[in-house]
């Protein structure tokens, strides 16, 4: 395998195989790999290692390589060819809040606000806390709804217990904000030992005037529009802009629950105030009529994306047909 220096690292460390990083073997499942990266990632916390500088390195080399044995596509291709096989600088990076300081906290915030997404970390407190068992999960009955107001680095537990019937059917909690506050929606793993161990996380995103975030645990394929991929498309072809407009229609994570009880926190994320929020637990069976409908128009959308596709890539070919001059590709487009 090929290596690479740290990214962002003080000193010219060599990066290292992924699976060395979370002392793993090349055949480990997902289980494995997950439960390795909690342990370390707990460890290396910049919360809990105030006075050691290699300790936030480590966690960020942690983080990375978790980054690449998670996804299996990005698996496959470290697996293939090594570090040279993966986009580094377009993976996304986190950052921890508490180890800022006031003066770069500010200058995130800002960032923020400008609509540059920056990832941050959740607080090596509630990791540990959870791992303990020692928070305090509030019930979340199917089909309820609960609103409230959590600190900034702090979380607040739900317990969602859920029959075989809903469990066949399909659950979906979702969080909304009306005060567009930032949070994470989280979802915990119980352990053997009683703990809780974080097992996904979904951030909170800009949808019309309300942040939200969701969890769909279905055995259906859904969609959501992410604005961040069309300006990025837009932002790095202009000219193809008008094609780019579907792009950001991405699938979820989807995942199934067994019937049982499950944890899941909101986060809060804001870098100064606590966010306001409102979680709700549905049964899928509830909303057979409208999830129909929404596979109707997500497929209509697919489509008319692969149509926009297929016609932008006729339109290049005529236009390298034609002579080099600017205003009569000008009015070509226009009349597009």
Not at 118 to 141: C, D, F, H, Q, Y
């Amino acid at each position: 395998m090929s290596s690479k220096k740290v990214e962002g690292s003080s000193s010219p460390a060599i990066r290292r195989d992924p699976y060395e990083v979370l002392s793993v073997s090349k055949d480990a499942n997902d289980q494995e790999i997950k439960s390795a990266y909690r342990k370390l990632a707990l460890k290396y916390h910049p919360d809990k290692n105030a006075n050691n500088p290699e300790a936030s390195d480590l966690f960020k080399e942690v983080a990375f390589s978790y980054s690449i044995l998670s996804d299996p596509e990005k698996r496959r291709q470290y697996d293939n060819a090594g570090f040279e096989a993966i986009d580094a600088d377009g993976m996304d990076m986190e950052i921890d809040l508490s180890n800022l300081g006031t003066v770069n906290t500010m200058f995130a915030a800002l960032f923020s606000k400008l609509g540059v997404p920056i990832k941050t970390t959740v607080s090596a407190n509630v990791l540990e806390e959870a791992m303990n068992g020692t928070v305090t999960v509030r019930p979340l009955p199917i089909g309820t709804s609960v609103s409230g107001k959590v600190e900034k680095q702090c979380a607040h537990f739900f317990g969602v217990t859920i029959s075989e019937q809903q469990a066949e059917s399909g659950v979906v909690v979702r969080v909304t904000s009306t005060a567009q506050s930032k949070f994470k929606l989280l979802y915990f793993e119980q352990d053997s030992s009683g703990g809780y161990g974080l097992a996904l996380q979904e951030e909170s995103e800009k949808t019309g005037k309300v942040t939200s975030a969701g969890m769909y645990f279905l055995h259906f394929q859904v969609y959501r529009m992410d604005s961040t991929v069309n300006a990025l498309a837009a932002a790095k072809d202009p000219e193809s802009a008008f094609f780019k407009r579907l792009e950001g229609l991405q699938p979820c994570e989807v995942s199934e629950l067994k019937a049982g009880t499950h944890i899941f926190a909101v986060y809060g994320d804001n870098f100064f105030k606590t966010a306001s929020y409102t979680i709700g637990a549905l049964c899928a069976k509830t909303y057979e009529d409208t999830t129909e409908k929404l596979k109707e128009i997500e497929a209509q959308i697919l489509r008319k994306r692969n149509e926009l596709r297929q016609f932008e890539t006729e339109l290049w070919r005529v236009f390298k047909k034609l002579p080099t001059d600017t205003h009569r590709r000008s009015k070509l487009w226009m009349n597009c």
